[in-house]
């Protein structure tokens, strides 16, 4: 027994590795690189924030959502509304008020396509989320007051103080700083009791609500958290590419933002931001050669990862076992012994 449980204990330091190493990188990255590469990383890197939003109502609760760009776009409308017709510029107020209309935003679609006395399928909250998606971009397009279809352009830079945040160094650190702390925060959510509960939402929906918790309370939650870190991204990303438009929350974008998570492994958190990096990456090279053919390559690309690794790129190095987890201290239980209480109780 020991061999084998020491082998158990090794395994499970994969995940932490993986993340020390990226975040790592990330950190001493732009001391390497021209100021374009800095450009491109932050963007990299605000996009992971968005990334990590879908994984988290994904992965871990089972929300296929389709509507992740509208909240990342709409906080962004709404952070550069602020900034152009009341020429606020400070960032301890857009990206709050980002974040605000992140979560009111998630809270009213929670309260269409989640709430209810009945249990919506996976099917009816992507369609729900994807026509959400799709109406609000056409509704956009054609209002003068944002701008219509070419959005609003020549956003200012973000401040604090007399100092100016601009793009490059930064930039970078700011939203690599903000990256990292709500990293922390969603791991250590998804590791508490709380996630515990969401656990087994994921596993034994039916189950746990026959227990008595309100399950679909606890996707609420998750979905308005989930809101709260896109509408974070999108505010960043507004300033940082100086501009918002209607493509930044239709269902194309949406798409896109599934595909980050779902290439990288979905359940994992760390595999949302590997999966944004991945992809842009690829994406902007490739289209350097082929630039109206590499979606094509990127298409196929998803397809082997999803028919030969469902788990994703992360599952080359990271178990199944270690990617569920473990809850509490003492007390720790894995998603399968949870699972196992459950059939006792019943």
């Keep these: 027994m020991a061999p084998a449980a020491s082998g158990l204990k090794a395994d499970r330091q994969a995940l932490p590795w993986i993340e020390g190493t990226l975040f790592a990188v990330f950190l001493l990255m732009p001391l390497a690189l021209e100021h374009f590469w800095v450009l491109f990383v932050t963007r990299i890197l605000i996009l992971g924030l968005l990334a990590l939003s879908f994984d988290l109502v994904w992965g871990y609760v089972g929300i296929l959502s389709f509507g992740q760009a509208l909240l990342f776009g709409g906080a962004g409308y709404c952070a550069a509304l602020l900034a152009t017709k009341l020429g606020i510029t400070s960032v301890l107020v857009l990206l709050p008020s980002a974040v605000l209309a992140g979560l009111l935003i998630s809270f009213v679609i ?119 870190v896109a509408g974070l991204s999108g505010g960043l990303y507004a300033f940082h590419e100086g501009f918002v438009g209607p493509a930044q929350l239709g269902p194309v974008f949406s798409t896109q933002v599934a595909l980050y998570s779902m290439f990288g492994g979905a359940g994992t958190l760390i595999g949302a931001v590997i999966g944004t990096s991945f992809i842009e990456a690829v994406g902007y090279n490739v289209s350097q050669y082929w630039e109206t053919g590499w979606p094509i390559l990127l298409g196929l690309l998803l397809l082997a990862i999803v028919s030969y690794r469902p788990g994703g790129l992360i599952s080359l190095l990271v178990s199944e076992r270690e990617k569920i987890g473990t809850f509490g201290g003492k007390a720790a239980a894995t998603v399968s012994e949870l699972t196992e209480r459950f059939h006792e109780h019943a």
């Design 110 to 228: 929670a309260a269409i396509v989640l709430f209810g006395k009945r249990s919506p399928t996976a099917v009816f909250v992507a369609l729900g989320t994807l026509t959400g998606s799709y109406v609000v971009e056409r509704l956009l397009r054609g209002w003068s007051y944002v701008g219509g279809q070419n959005g609003i352009p020549s956003l200012p830079r973000l401040t604090i103080g007399a100092l100016e945040i601009e793009e490059g160094i930064r930039f970078y650190y700011l939203a690599f700083g903000l990256l990292v702390v709500i990293y922390l925060g969603l791991r250590w959510i998804v590791r508490s009791q709380f996630g515990l509960v969401l656990a087994g939402i994921r596993e034994q929906e039916e189950r746990l609500a026959f227990l008595g918790y309100q399950t679909q309370n606890y996707k609420g939650i998750v979905f308005c958290l989930a809101g709260m």
